[in-house]
Each structure stands twice: as C-alpha cells, then as structure tokens.
C-alpha cells in the first residue's frame, strides 16, 4: 500500500526490495547512506513515498554530483548554466558529450545538509551574507570544489532576473570565474500595432523581443558548439528539443494524473524533486525519462487501484515558488493539505517547446514565456487559470528569504487571486532550514487550511 | 525647486534621456528630485526597497503626470506591475539592457527609445525634429560638462544640488567652490541619494571628512560625456543612443566592469582613502560590490543603508564618524 516513511523505515523497507529482486541503476542504493556518505542530514527529518520508484526519483536526485564528477572523470564537458531555468540545458544536451547543470541548485545544498557544510557562513565570509536568498550558497560551492565539478563554460542569463542572482553571479565572475552573460529582455505585451509571437503558456511577445533572444542564444550556441567541438545545427537542436518535450510530456501527464486524482496518489514533496527535473534533467537527459516513466506507472497504477498516499478530505492548495527547506512540504500534508497545482518559478520549462519552428526560434520563444522575466500579472493570471482548471481551494505563496522579486510579486498575485477568484492566499517564508519556525509556519498553514474547508460548507 | 507642471515626465534612472522627452516638448524630471518625493516614510513590507515603494507611490498618486520605470532592478521592474495593476496608465517600464558587450544591447536601447517615443506621442508629445533633438543634446552636453568640471573642487552639498537641479529642469547651478580644509577625501558609491540624504554630506564633514567622489545614481556618476556628432553625419538619435548606451556606467550591469574601470582613475586621482557605499534596504546590486570594491581598490569601505526614514541614523553617524576617525589615524 502506498504510503509514507521516515528514513528509518525506508531501511527496512529497502531490505525488503533487495530480498524481493529490487533492480536498481547504477547510482542506485539505501537512502541511508547519502545522511552517511554526504551528510544530507535533513532526509532524517523528511517523510518519503515508499514506492521504488520514488527510491529511484531521490538517488537520481542526491547523486548528481557524483554523477557529475564521472561524467568530467569520462571527459564529458561540463556546462554551468545560471538563472533561465529550462532553456540553455535543452541546447547543450544536444550537443554529444556536453552536461549541463545549475550551480543554483547549490541553493538546496544547506538545506539537505542542515547547514553542516556551512556554504551559508562561507558565503557571508566572501562578501554575500544573509540579505540574500540561499542562492548564495553557490558561490562557495564554487570555491571549494567540493560539490559540483567546476563547469568547463558558465553562461547566466541577465537583465530581467532576480537582482540577488544577478549580484551573487557578478561576485563569482569577479572571483575570477568567467561568465557568459545573455540578455534576457523584461517581457512585455506587444503593442496593437506590433508584430507579435505566440508563446507557449497561451502568452505572447513582440516578434521584436524574440528576435533578440534568438540572436543571444545563438551567441550561447556557438560558445556551446566551441565547447563541444562540434558545430550546434538545427538538425542537432530539433532532436535536442523532441527529447525535452518527451520529459515535459512525461512530466505532464504525471502532473495531471496526481493533481487532478480524487486524493494524491504521490506526495507533493516527490512531485516537487520530480518537477525539477524538467530544468537541466538532473545532468542526465535520459535517465531523467527512464525516472519519470516508472514515477508515471506507479501513479497511475495506484489511481486504478484507488490507492493514495493522503486522504480525500485534504484541502487542494496551489503553491507557489520553490521551497527552500523540503521539509516544508511534507508539513503542508501533516496538516492537512494536498498538492493540486504548482508553480516553481519554471512553468516555462513545463511547456512544450514548439516542433513546429526552426528550433532556436522555439527555444527564444519558449525562455521568453519564464514567468520571472514577464509581468507578474501574468505570472498571476496563469495561476488562476490552473487553480480553476484544478478546483483549487487555496494558494500557498512561499517566500524565498532575501529573494529580490518575493518583494512585491507575492502581494501583487494574491491581490489578483482573491480579485480573480476569491479564494484564500497567504504568503510565508520558508527558510532552509525551518525547525525554529515549524509552530509559526504550521499554524498559518493550518489556518488557511481550515479557512479553505470551513469554505466548503458554505 | 519649482512645482511640477502638468504633464511632466518622471524617470525614475538617470540612464533614460531626457533630452528625448524635451524633443517631444514634454517636461523631463528625476523623480528623485521632486520636492514630494520622499514626503513621508512608506510602510515597507520585508525586501521592499523605499526608493522603488516611493517611486509606486508616486507614480499611483500623479496621475496627471508620467512616470518612466526602468529595468535596472527587480524591485524597479515589479514596482512597475503593481502601479498599472492599480490602473495608473501614464506609466512607462523602459527596459534598460544589463548587458553592453554586444550588438544587441545597443539595439535593444534603440528600439526601447522608439517605443518611448510612441509613449510620449500618445501622451501629448509632439513628434521630434532632428534639430529639436540636436538642440536638446547640444544644451545638456554643455550643462554636464560644465557640472563634470565642477565636480572634484565644488562643495560636496553645493555638487549633489546642482546635479539635482541639472535633473530636474536642465539647469546648470553652480555648486560653490569647497571651503578649503585638511580633510579625509572619500568616495560616496552607490544608488539613488537625494535631498532627504544630503544630510549625511554635512556629518561627513563634522567628522573630519569630505566627499570628493560622489559616484552615487545622482551624482557625477549619471552625468554622461558630451554626445558625439559625426560632423553631420549620423542624425542625432544614433548619436543619442550611442552618447548614452556606451556610457551607463552601473552596478546592474553584466559584466559591471564599466563601474570599476570609470572609478579608478577617478578614485586615484583625488585620493580617495575611503569608500562609503550608500544603498537602500533590499538592493542587493550595491550591497553585493562591498566585498569587491574593498579588492579592487584596497580601500576600506562603509556601508550605509538608506532606510524608509529621511536623514541619518544616530547610529550611522557613529560609525560614519568611527570610520573617519580611523582613516584619520591611519594616516
């Protein structure tokens, strides 16, 4: 029966797979040993899916720097790429013997690490402290060497993105890291009188503005192409884009099926580590579909069977932003809540990329369509459609701490949500390691919930 | 200052040119030097910068005025989508490119000054003459010429008025000569530093200090060089969009090297000994360069956080005058 479990029990659990035939990938193994071998504390506080398909989800998830490390070890060039969340990685896949990955993943590093590797205080010691979101826990990760490889190319994004990313990647380039910088435009609405593109996520933009990102990723391309050794052609890209678009099928109808299920047949913690695969596939393109297609069959084989991991009563919440403690979803079931809608800041990379264009004219239009680079009504109006579209009762807005765009944004979608559609929002903050405020954040959260169900009866 | 007319246009960057709103006979104004600007402290909600809360503010209240946002920062840009879902139509988000290595960040400046252009008609602008603009640039060319000439030897407080005047209405006020004085020479780095602030000019001196530097957005820093006219060749709205995107010198800029290169020669020049580097709560651009000005430069810097009050914290003016007086043992 589908359920969750503390790491301990996944010991034994895992015991039973293994006596069972478990067959395993190669990063494959007991949950235990990454609290043992990389000291990620935090899953001992964390609520995990018993399936072995959410096994197989978290050791692909907690190996990547390992994965990382072999794949440089194997002469594979390693691509660091910053900020579009979604986009470059789909270029430098398409190219043989290139990975990309986000050192902004560092970000979840104090987190699994409940601060042990001490990245935060290092941060702060090179000029970076705790105004700013945890994001900066990169910038030592850099230094040190000692989780990710250093990336053989870094390339970020720039221009419309968060001030606290662009800054603490401006301190890395000063560091002595090399970057190179694109230009990412503030997304507008194109004018009556303008040439316009369809974007994917039902949105549009000048064709003027998509001429120009084509233009800079071109200028990504080519210093991809370098890299690789071999030149980015549209034939190479075209296939690169078919191949994200089967993760982003994939990871829609996974998705789907939870989000829409009577009660969920997956947690919201897995569907959130699942959803990030979508960014840079986890440095691996097609393992990341091998993961998502056992993740599929499992939900949907527990649908059939009526089988959920959480009740039937719990509240459908909408959530917004990534959290940065983990711990913070599960406490949102604990309470009584259920994923039914999210964004995570990437929708962009949950849309498919369009087949039907020359391919880097699909992939501007597709960076173009980032839901922080346009205005935050947008980013408003897309989360009421989908809370609509999922009988959403509540919105969950998660503040990242210091993060320069949870400023104002959280304020500005709850004003739509409650004009729009009336429903509940709040807005909390969750740092990475939120123990000290689980009372305060378990009853706001508890609140809303109540607030939603009382609503119910109305 | 006098009161702003109808249909003013405020701006909220120095970056954005205001000789292209004159040219459309319309009346430019730094926001910042608006006399109601800064009228009270706003309510902050946490992360909230008070010059980008003052700048919605204002916006959302001079309805018969426009006001021109820029791109330069997140807490900018989003300000900008909280003033037009409150329904204030007169409001422009110019988007001023990070990057300048590049051919398509001088276009994107380009078509970003057309759309402006659009703006200003539908607003009541009038459609530029080529000599209108030469005119406009010609006149501004030669006020911050003669303000950049003023700059090193002008009274820190007599600088910061008359480059705020220059904002406000295109005008060239001279700054008075500074008073003579064995003083620790010091650079003011930073954002957006206005009339509420100067304040922090006058302690500067009471502890021993002077600011021979004042690098902040509305300081020497926002004045660009003189526009270049190829003897007639290129018409004024190429030399407008070159005079000004090849001169932003910006910490929003990627790389910011520009910053770094347009304050050394000036740093070494006037011998500047310290760096104060002024930012408001929740401006992560300034507040990340600490660490590095400190390498570049070898200087020891200060950081100030101007806050939703006006003025200078008892507590700023200790450690202002704490710094000083360890620059001043120091030798």
């Known amino acids: 029966m589908p359920r969750k479990l503390s790491l301990s029990a996944w010991d034994g659990r895992y015991e039973q797979l293994r006596r069972d035939g478990l067959s395993e990938p190669g990063y494959g193994g007991p949950l235990r040993r990454h609290v043992v071998r990389e000291k990620d504390f935090r899953l001992e506080q964390l609520q995990f899916d018993n399936s072995p398909a959410a096994l197989r989800l978290w050791n692909f998830l907690l190996t990547e720097n390992a994965r990382l490390h072999q794949a440089r070890a194997n002469g594979h060039k390693i691509v660091g790429t910053m900020k579009d969340l979604g986009t470059v990685p789909v270029m430098a896949y398409a190219l043989p013997g290139v990975r990309a990955f986000y050192p902004d993943g560092a970000w979840w590093t104090p987190c699994l690490m409940e601060c042990s590797d001490k990245l935060l205080q290092q941060a702060e010691a090179m000029g970076i402290d705790a105004s700013f979101c945890p994001v900066r826990a990169m910038l030592p990760a850099f230094e040190n060497g000692e989780h990710f490889p250093r990336p053989d190319l870094l390339v970020c994004s720039t221009g419309a993105v968060c001030d606290d990313f662009s800054a603490i990647a401006q301190r890395l380039e000063h560091l002595g890291h090399s970057i190179l910088w694109w230009e990412m435009p503030r997304r507008r609405p194109p004018a009556s009188d303008e040439a316009a593109c369809a974007l994917p996520g039902n949105l549009a933009a000048p064709k003027i503005q998509v001429d120009r990102v084509r233009t800079e990723l071109q200028r990504v391309g080519k210093a991809l192409g370098k890299l690789a050794g071999k030149t980015l052609d549209d034939d190479g890209l075209a296939a690169g884009i078919r191949a994200a678009n089967q993760v982003r099928r994939l990871l829609d109808s996974l998705r789907q099926t939870v989000y829409s299920a009577p009660a969920a047949p997956l947690p919201a913690l897995e569907m959130l580590v699942a959803e990030m695969l979508a960014i840079h596939f986890c440095s691996d393109r097609e393992e990341t579909i091998a993961v998502l297609e056992d993740l599929l069959a499992e939900v949907q084989s527990r649908v059939r069977q009526n089988q959920f991991v959480i009740g039937t009563d719990a509240v459908r919440i909408f959530w917004v932003n990534p959290v940065a403690d983990l711990r913070a979803m599960n406490l949102l079931e604990e309470l009584g809540g259920r994923i039914c809608g999210s964004d995570y800041m990437f929708t962009h990379a949950l849309d498919l990329i369009p087949e039907n264009l020359p391919p880097l004219e699909a992939l501007a239009r597709t960076a173009l369509a980032d839901p922080m680079v346009g205005p935050t009504a947008d980013r408003a109006a897309r989360i009421v459609r989908e809370c609509q579209a999922g009988h959403v009762e509540a919105v969950v807005i998660s503040r990242i701490p210091g993060a320069s765009h949870c400023a104002r944004e959280g304020e500005i979608i709850r004003e739509i949500v409650r004009h729009k559609i009336g429903i509940p929002a709040i807005e909390l903050e969750i740092p990475p390691i939120c123990d000290a405020l689980l009372p305060n954040l378990g009853s706001r959260l508890q609140a809303l919930v109540e607030t939603a169900r009382a609503r119910r009866t109305k | ?331």
Request: aromatic share 10%; net charge neutral.
């Open chain 2, 1 to 331: 200052m006098k009161p702003a007319r109808e249909m003013d246009v405020f701006l909220t960057s120095p970056w954005i040119p205001a000789e292209w709103i004159k040219a459309h006979g319309l009346e430019p104004r730094g926001i910042w030097s608006a006399d109601n600007f800064w009228q009270q402290a706003p309510p902050l909600s946490a992360g909230v910068c008070a010059f980008a809360e003052a700048a919605v503010r204002f916006a959302e209240a001079r309805t018969d005025s426009a006001v021109i946002f820029s791109t330069a920062c997140d807490q900018l840009r989003r300000g900008f989508d909280a003033v037009v879902l409150h329904g204030q139509r007169r409001a422009f988000l110019f988007n001023l490119p990070a990057t300048w290595q590049t051919a398509a960040a001088g276009q994107i400046f380009r078509s970003e000054l057309e759309r402006l252009g659009q703006f200003l008609l539908a607003i009541g602008g009038q459609a530029p003459s080529p000599e209108g603009l030469r005119q406009e640039m010609v006149q501004s060319s030669r006020t911050r010429k003669r303000l950049l000439e003023s700059a090193s030897a002008g009274s820190p407080r007599g600088f910061a008025e008359a480059v705020a005047r220059f904002h406000w209405d295109g005008a060239f006020s001279p700054p008075p000569p500074a008073a003579p004085a064995d003083q620790v020479p010091l650079a003011l780095v930073g954002g957006p530093f206005f009339a509420p602030h100067w304040k922090l000019l006058d302690e500067i001196e009471a502890a021993g200090g002077r600011v021979v530097l004042n690098a902040t957005e509305t300081g020497e820093r926002s004045l660009l060089p003189a526009f270049e006219f190829e003897a007639g060749a290129n018409h004024p709205f190429d030399a407008l969009v070159h005079g000004c995107c090849d001169n932003i010198v910006d910490v929003f800029q990627r790389p910011n090297t520009r910053l770094y290169s347009w304050l050394k020669p000036r740093l070494a020049s006037r011998h500047v000994r310290g760096i104060v580097l002024w930012h408001f709560t929740g401006c992560d651009l300034w507040r990340a360069e600490a660490q590095t000005l400190r390498e570049t430069f070898g200087l020891p810097v200060l950081l100030l956080e101007a806050g939703e009050a006006a003025g200078v914290t008892p507590r700023d003016a200790n450690r202002l005058q704490a710094f000083i007086e360890m620059l001043k043992a120091e030798g």
